[in-house]
């Protein structure tokens, strides 16, 4: 850039000089043509009162070394010339200043020689006895005053060439100083040019933006990392159950009467396994998109009802009370994930939950938004614990949940549900007295969106439900 400067600044230094000395001359030269014109109109006017109160007289005793005299007569023939014969000079007749003159009583005229290196200036004016005395000096052309000039100009030229090339290449390491100061970590910072501000402004949005996504990146490779890891780690618990198992069944290690107990040990760890994996490729298909899976309205009530409903039975085994209240509420989303959302979140409350305790399920609309809540009376989280609970394997209390079985994933699972469908996702929890999860739903708009990006209407109806009674608990 410095180089690209420098030669923009030395070449129009340079032009600027050399269009400058031709103006100059050129401007210069018609100034002393002009006031040459009036010196040899001063001089014909005192040779013509001569030539009135002398005639041929005064002509034939006057030395004129710097000009040219001539007497014309009224028919254009040559009376007397100072350097030629007047019998051997043509008509006069014609020329420009002499017919001026005798037409005006004065005339000019400027005419170059052929071979360009002279100019005569002319100046003519009529007698009263009707001759014309002329007279003419000769003058350097501009090509001819040039080329005599042309060594004080080369080295007026070469002094300009040198200051020129050491301005220029001043000029040029100051205008980019500045810029080679740029601090990029913070361009605003600088102090370049005002001009530069919105250039160092988007550069430094850019900067932010670029550390933002280094710091993103670096905490998606963390994360990244440590799923790997605690993936490793979960499936290589069960991997070494069932192999131990195995070796010993498969070495006849294991009294006949044992051998159902080994069996059903490792069934749970392979049944541990398949949930692990199939987790692990429901969160995967999260963080794409889920964009293969069909968009629709759904009835939320229907199916918070048949969530209850299956989990009746191990709330019971578990000595917990499972209550379900709700009234219609319709959620234009992707009914697999709901039903995973609804799940995952009752499962936590039954498994993390006392004995004598109660699990409570609440489906609704409130301020046009669709919401469901699931609260229990379990064993609560700490609060320092409440913002890494939706992390992927992230266990509060990991000999508890071991006892009680889950892969780890299911609240990440909820959680990217949850975001997938433009939800708010709230946890308030309190150790000893348990934990209240609500979800909150978009309001519905007069255009939704399916999986496509295609538009559909949303119905005024509410999807159809089991007729249960709106507002109703229902104790199972």
């Known amino acids: 850039m410095t180089k690209r400067i420098f030669r923009t600044v030395f070449f129009v230094a340079v032009s600027m000089f050399l269009a400058s000395v031709a103006l100059f001359m050129t401007v210069l030269y018609d100034y002393f043509s002009v006031v040459r014109q009036e010196e040899l109109k001063v001089q014909t006017d005192l040779a013509a009162r001569g030539v009135r109160d002398e005639g041929l007289t005064y002509l034939e005793g006057l030395e004129t070394l710097d000009c040219r005299i001539t007497w014309i007569g009224a028919d254009g023939g040559v009376l007397y010339d100072s350097r ?29 020689s052929f071979t360009l290196a002279e100019r005569y200036l002319y100046s003519a004016k009529r007698l009263e006895d009707g001759t014309v005395l002329r007279l003419s000096a000769a003058q350097d052309s501009l090509p001819a005053l040039f080329f005599g000039m042309f060594k004080p100009l080369c080295l007026i030229f070469a002094a300009a060439v040198c200051l020129s090339f050491f301005l220029a290449s001043r000029l040029a390491k100051k205008i980019v100083e500045p810029l080679n100061g740029l601090d990029l970590d913070d361009p605003l910072a600088s102090g370049a040019y005002e001009e530069l501000s919105p250039l160092l402004g988007r550069l430094h949005a850019q900067q932010q933006e670029i550390g933002r996504q280094r710091e993103e990146l670096m905490r998606t490779s963390e994360l990244r990392r440590e799923f790997t890891a605690n993936v490793s780690h979960e499936l ?21 009467e044992d051998v159902s107990v080994f069996s059903g040990r490792i069934y749970g760890e392979a049944k541990r396994m398949i949930r692990l994996v199939e987790d692990i490729l429901r969160l995967s298909h999260l963080d794409e998109g889920a964009g293969d899976m069909e968009w629709e309205w759904v009835d939320l009530y229907a199916l918070a009802e048949e969530t209850a409903e299956s989990f009746s039975l191990a709330a019971k085994e578990e000595g917990v009370a499972f209550l379900f209240a709700g009234e219609p509420a319709a959620v234009f989303g992707i009914r697999q994930l709901l039903q ?48 890494r609970i939706f992390e992927r394997f992230y266990r509060v209390d990991k000999s508890h949940s071991k006892e009680i079985g889950g892969t780890g994933l299911g609240l990440s699972i909820v959680k990217h549900a949850v975001s997938l469908h433009g939800a708010k996702l709230e946890l308030l929890s309190t150790p000893g007295k348990g934990t209240k999860v609500s979800v909150r739903f978009p309001k519905k708009g ?27 608990d229902h104790g199972l």
């Open 84 to 112: 030629s014969k007047a019998g051997e000079m043509e008509n006069h007749l014609e020329r420009r200043e002499v017919r001026e003159a005798l037409e005006e009583g004065y005339g000019t005229a400027a005419r170059s």
């Open 236 to 256: 290589k618990t069960p991997l070494h159950t069932i192999s131990g198992s195995a070796e010993l069944l498969a070495e006849g290690m294991v009294r006949p």
């Open 340 to 387: 995973g959302i609804l799940y995952n979140l009752c499962d936590n409350g039954v498994k993390y939950n006392l004995p004598g305790g109660c699990v409570s399920l609440e489906v609704g609309e409130a301020e046009g938004e669709a919401f469901l809540t699931v609260a229990d009376t379990g064993i609560g989280i700490p609060a320092e614990h409440q913002e």
């Open 446 to 472: 007069e255009e939704e969106k399916d999986g496509d990006g295609r538009s559909v209407r949303g119905a005024q109806a509410v999807p159809g439900r089991r007729d249960h009674g709106s507002g109703k």
